[in-house]
Structures are given as structure tokens and as C-alpha cells.
């Protein structure tokens, strides 16, 4: 069983469109978080969500809007895409995001390409 | 600014011998360390978790923890080609609810 999913594991649209990527844990963890790794391969972290509630909120567009439906879920939706917007986005999750911090795992990617 | 430092590389190495890898952090406050792996394409797979000073071995791997010096480092014994990677150190942030993660060292295991 897959412990973190994502969906799709491409997306290739043009400049300008509307896109969603999804994530799911079966892990049971409590926190889920949202990172994009540029091609100079700097992890960078854009969101998390403890139990539904949005715990960080890096300087991040507000194209970018993270929306989870409930803990085992949490799905990124990007509006107005733009060329800088092509990375890939890792979905992660842990059991709890207080210290000491459990580790994260992370989802497979979303490789975005914005043409 | 909180950072994690790491050097770029590549470090090279032959099969069979000791890898060691560096990081060094500036939040005196971080109480938790990371180290991952990331193959070329793929998402980061942690390997070893470190929150007291000193030394946790996890078969091939040791991970070593000084605060004093806020010095975090991994050793590979054995290495072997299939080890050739990305490993990215991070640290938890002492007074928020994130990680801080370094650039990653690339690592390659020559045979």
C-alpha cells in the first residue's frame, strides 16, 4: 500500500490555466504539508495542515490555495499558472508537527511543466 | 535567517569505503535532525532522525550529533553504487513549526 499518493504524477498545461494536485496519506498522521523543489533541487516549503487547519503559510502566491477536506487529504490548487510555476511539488505527512518532530514522509512528486 | 549548510559536492568515493557527510546548522533553538536520501527523479526517503548529541547507528548508517557545535553529520560504511544520491540534511526549526532543509550533498559511489 502506498503510504503518501499524489495525483497526477504530471501535469503539462499551458500559461494562464487553472490546475489541482491532490494528495492522500494512509499513514494517519496528523500533519500534511505541501513543498516545491525548483531545478536547483532546494526543497522549499509552501504549506502545512494540522488536523485540517492551516498551521504555515510561507510567502507564497495567492494563486496558490492548499485546501484539506479532512487529515488523510490535502490538495494544492494553482490559478493563473505562470512559467516560474514549473517544479515538482511533494506532498509529505507526519505523525505530529510538535518537537521533537516526527519524521516526514513524503509522496511520490508532481512534476509541473508551465508552457 | 535560520540555514542548514551543507557542501554541494559531489563527494566521490570508491565502493567499499566510508562516506561522511556534513551539515551545519545555526538555530541553537533546532532540537531535531534529518537526513534524507533523494535519487535523481525521486521524492526524499528519510534515513536516520537524530534529536540527542552523540552517535545512532542504523545498520551501514551513523549518524552523529553535536549541539555544542551545532554539527550534525552521516557516515556510510560499505559503501556501495547504489548509495550514489542526493542527501539532504534538516533541521527542525526551534520556534516554529517547520524544517529547515539544506541544499544536499551529491553523493557517488564509484565500484
Known amino acids: 500500500d502506498t503510504a503518501v499518493s499524489q495525483t497526477p504524477k504530471y501535469l503539462v498545461t499551458q500559461m494562464g490555466n487553472d490546475k489541482s494536485i491532490k494528495c492522500e496519506q494512509n499513514l494517519g498522521h496528523d500533519t500534511m504539508y505541501w513543498y516545491k523543489q525548483d531545478s536547483k533541487k532546494f526543497l522549499k516549503i509552501m504549506f502545512s495542515y494540522n488536523n485540517k487547519e492551516l498551521i504555515i503559510n510561507e510567502t507564497v502566491p495567492n494563486r496558490f490555495s492548499p485546501k484539506s477536506p479532512d487529515k488523510a487529504h490535502l490538495n494544492l490548487h494553482i490559478n493563473s499558472l505562470e512559467l516560474g510555476d514549473s517544479a515538482v511539488y511533494f506532498c509529505?505527512?507526519?505523525?505530529?508537527?510538535?518537537?521533537?518532530?516526527?519524521?516526514?514522509?513524503f509522496g511520490p512528486g508532481t512534476r509541473l511543466t508551465v508552457l | 535567517q535560520k540555514e542548514v549548510e551543507q557542501n554541494s559536492g559531489p563527494l566521490s568515493v570508491p565502493e567499499g569505503a566510508i562516506a561522511s557527510l556534513n551539515c551545519t546548522y545555526s538555530d541553537r533553538g533546532s532540537q531535531s535532525f534529518f537526513w534524507y536520501r533523494q535519487y535523481s527523479g525521486k521524492s526524499p526517503e528519510l534515513i536516520m532522525s537524530?534529536?540527542s548529541n552523540g552517535d545512532k547507528e542504523d545498520g551501514r548508517f551513523t549518524a552523529q550529533l553535536n549541539k555544542a557545535s551545532q554539527y550534525v553529520s552521516l557516515l556510510i560504511r560499505d559503501s556501495q553504487p547504489s548509495d550514489s544520491a542526493t542527501y539532504l540534511c534538516a533541521a527542525h526549526a526551534g520556534n516554529n513549526r517547520k524544517l529547515i532543509w539544506g541544499l544536499g550533498t551529491s553523493l557517488g559511489v564509484n565500484p
Open positions: 537524530i534529536y
Open positions: 509529505a505527512s507526519s505523525q505530529d508537527d510538535r518537537v521533537p518532530v516526527y519524521e516526514q514522509f
